[in-house]
């Protein structure tokens, strides 16, 4: 009896093991290497010889804008500020002029074909106005704020649209705006954000390797049980559930207190209001809120989005998941670049009797 239950418990084990072992399989087939530890949104990727791709750098005003040399290429047009606009210069002033902030939603990033289908080209080729997109990939609130203070005087619009994400738009930490001072490091591993855990990494090599040996994967290991993380790759998706929580706990701690976020947006209404200007934050949510009932967005998010300061200048429309391309990517797709066109053209028109 006791050989049989011993032959019972061996034979579990051996399940186990097999069943372990094809996890382990099914994951390393999937991407997920040992000591890989980076959540699932991230684009990024170590790479065996790490280089800059100049699509995009931080200028003398140490805000990002876009290589024009590099998107020629790409038979996009990027003006002389850097930006996928039209020449500043070229504007016609008998026009009213609409002006976009914002980030990679804004350039747009994953509409098919770029030029003809995001929301911003989509309302200059429907409406007799000039629209001016000031749009570049990883921005966040700190640079809106200075291209607000450069361009809202500059350019006199007529109305100003703030697209604001809330992926990753919530600022957790605070940050100078530095001339010379990249905030991102564009490489063929991925885009490296040059401030990372309280320190400023002054080359892509530096922020890569704080990047494969500290922050997201394990090649350094402390123990022998980081060692044994090390060599798996369902040990390291586990252990990784840690970081996780630490991020998904820090990011429901700024959802509480954005004070960093509305200093910024309460700047670009100030300098709005200097020049006379109307302006309104779009609000854009993550793919995996976008069917949630605008009454619990708001409660979600109340600290930033009833705020006394703020919360008549909100655009906050009904949204669904099917405007949005799955993860990693999860931008809007032309569904939803169609739907945020559609939306502000019926602003415009409405508010601004635009046409």
């Given at each position: 009896m006791k050989n049989k239950r011993l032959r019972v418990i061996a034979f579990q084990l051996i399940l186990l093991l097999a069943g372990l072992l094809?996890?382990?399989?099914?994951l390393r087939l999937k991407g997920y290497q040992p000591g890989d530890m980076k959540p699932n949104w991230l684009n990024f990727e170590p790479v065996d010889s790490l280089y800059v791709i100049h699509d995009y750098y931080t200028n003398g005003d140490?805000?990002?804008?876009?290589?024009?040399?590099?998107?020629?290429?790409?038979?996009?047009h990027v003006n002389e500020d850097g930006f996928r606009s039209p020449d500043f210069n070229?504007?016609?002033?008998?026009?009213?002029?609409?002006?976009?902030?914002?980030?990679?939603?804004?350039?747009?990033?994953?509409?098919?074909?770029?030029?003809?289908?995001?929301?911003?080209?989509?309302?200059?080729?429907?409406?007799?106005s000039e629209v001016i997109n000031l749009g570049i990939p990883a921005a966040d609130p700190a640079q809106y704020f200075q291209l607000a203070k450069k361009y809202v005087a500059r350019l006199k619009p007529d109305m100003v649209f703030v697209m604001f994400f809330m992926g990753n738009d919530l600022m957790i930490q605070d940050r100078d705006v530095s001339?010379?001072?990249?905030?991102?490091?564009?490489?063929?591993?991925?885009?490296?954000?040059?401030?990372?855990?309280?320190?400023?990494?002054?080359?892509?090599?530096?922020?890569?390797?704080?990047?494969?040996?500290?922050?997201?994967?394990?090649?350094?290991?402390?123990?022998?049980?980081?060692w044994l993380v090390s060599?798996?790759?369902?040990?390291?998706r586990l252990y990784s559930v840690r970081f996780r929580v630490q991020e998904k706990w820090n990011f429901e701690k700024t959802i509480r207190d954005s004070h960093v976020t509305k200093k910024y947006l309460t700047?670009?209404?100030?300098?709005?209001?200097?020049?006379?200007?109307?302006?309104?934050f779009v609000l854009?949510?993550?793919?995996?809120?976008?069917?949630?009932?605008?009454?619990?967005?708001k409660n979600r998010y109340s600290d930033l989005l009833l705020d006394t300061m703020l919360?008549?200048?909100?655009?906050?429309?009904?949204?669904?998941?099917?405007?949005?391309?799955?993860?990693?990517?999860?931008?809007?797709?032309?569904?939803?670049?169609?739907?945020?066109?559609?939306?502000?053209?019926?602003?415009?028109?409405?508010?601004?009797?635009?046409?």
């Open positions: 094809c996890i382990e399989a099914v140490g805000v990002l804008v876009a290589d024009s040399d590099y998107w020629l290429a790409q038979d996009i070229k504007l016609d002033t008998g026009k009213k002029k609409i002006l976009y902030i914002g980030d990679s939603f804004t350039w747009g990033m994953s509409a098919k074909p770029i030029k003809d289908h995001c929301f911003v080209d989509l309302v200059r080729n429907e409406t007799k001339t010379g001072e990249p905030y991102y490091y564009y490489t063929n591993a991925g885009a490296i954000v040059a401030d990372m855990d309280g320190k400023h990494f002054k080359s892509a090599q530096a922020a890569y390797n704080y990047f494969v040996s500290d922050r997201y994967y394990m090649h350094r290991p402390g123990n022998f049980f980081e060599k798996s790759s369902l040990l390291s700047g670009i209404k100030e300098v709005a209001r200097q020049n006379n200007v109307p302006v309104k854009i949510p993550e793919i995996k809120e976008a069917d949630m009932d605008l009454h619990k967005y919360k008549d200048d909100w655009l906050i429309f009904p949204n669904s998941k099917s405007n949005f391309t799955p993860y990693p990517d999860a931008h809007l797709n032309n569904a939803g670049h169609r739907y945020y066109a559609d939306r502000m053209e019926e602003f415009l028109k409405n508010y601004m009797a635009i046409k």
